[in-house]
């Protein structure tokens, strides 16, 4: 069994900063690209940045200069730092990886965690 489990979020001031943590845990050898999404109330999911394995980076056109992933490999961890977060930032954000390849042997595809809310407001 493999879970990832997000931390970090809370209410921000606009212009201020948050940073997003998650975590893997289970028997873990290896894990691929891990992503960060959002889903702000009554729209569709969408994707805020992902990293692969070896570092490399994607954004979203909306996110770019002010939100960076980076990921710890040896604490399976991914972050998002947030950066002069305004008001249509506000949205539960969600961890996922692409996959998981377990110690026993099995892939876990497409896992998700269970979300953080970030609610930017004055």
């Known amino acids: 069994q493999v879970q990832l489990v997000e931390s970090g979020g809370g209410l921000v001031q606009p212009g201020g900063s948050l940073r997003l943590s998650c975590a893997a845990s289970?028997?873990?050898?290896?894990?691929?690209?891990m992503g960060w999404f959002r889903q702000a109330p009554g729209k569709q999911r969408e994707l805020v940045a992902t990293?692969?394995?070896?570092?490399?980076?994607n954004y979203a056109d909306s996110v770019k200069g002010r939100f960076t992933i980076s990921r710890d490999n040896p604490k399976n961890t991914v972050y998002l730092q947030m950066n002069s977060l305004q008001p249509e930032d506000t949205a539960a954000y969600y961890c996922?990886?692409?996959?998981?390849?377990?110690?026993?042997?099995?892939?876990?595809?497409?896992?998700w965690g269970q979300g953080t809310l970030v609610t930017v407001s004055s």
């Open positions: 996922n990886a692409d996959w998981v390849f377990g110690l026993d042997n099995y892939r876990y595809l497409d896992v």
């Open positions: 289970g028997n873990i050898f290896s894990i691929g690209p």
């Open positions: 990293i692969a394995a070896g570092g490399y980076t």
